[in-house]
């Protein structure tokens, strides 16, 4: 059985920094594009950072230079380093995993999921 366990959400003020680790069960982190999505509340799921097989790493533009995607193949883990936070980056972070390319708009491809985690930006 697969599973992606998100860990590492929490409250923030604005300017500081997280970092988010998605463990992978069942599965080999390494073989996939990993991909970390978030979600506000009212709005859509986005597409935030990713990693391929590669270890090629996409960014959205409005996280570029601030978050650093990043993997450990022992721990089977990526994570989702993210610093100089602002309030606008308040969403629920969610992992996931494809053993397609990545795809930032359309979710579909993603095979596996994981429940979220929150991340709060105080002002």
């Known amino acids: 059985q697969v599973q992606l366990v998100e860990s590492g959400g929490g409250l923030v003020q604005a300017g500081g920094s997280l970092r988010l680790s998605c463990k992978a069960s069942g599965l080999t982190s390494s073989r996939y594009s990993m991909v970390w999505f978030r979600q506000a509340p009212g709005k859509e799921r986005t597409f935030v950072a990713g990693m391929n097989e590669f270890e090629d790493a996409y960014y959205a533009d409005s996280v570029r230079g601030r978050f650093i995607i990043s993997r450990d193949i022992a721990e089977n883990t990526v994570y989702l380093q993210m610093n100089v936070l602002q309030p606008e980056d308040t969403a629920v972070y969610y992992c996931?995993?494809?053993?397609?390319?990545?795809?930032?708009?359309?979710?579909?491809?993603?095979?596996?999921w994981g429940q979220g985690t929150q991340v709060t930006v105080s002002s």
């Open positions: 996931a995993a494809t053993s397609g390319p990545i795809a930032t708009v359309y979710l579909g491809g993603y095979e596996y």
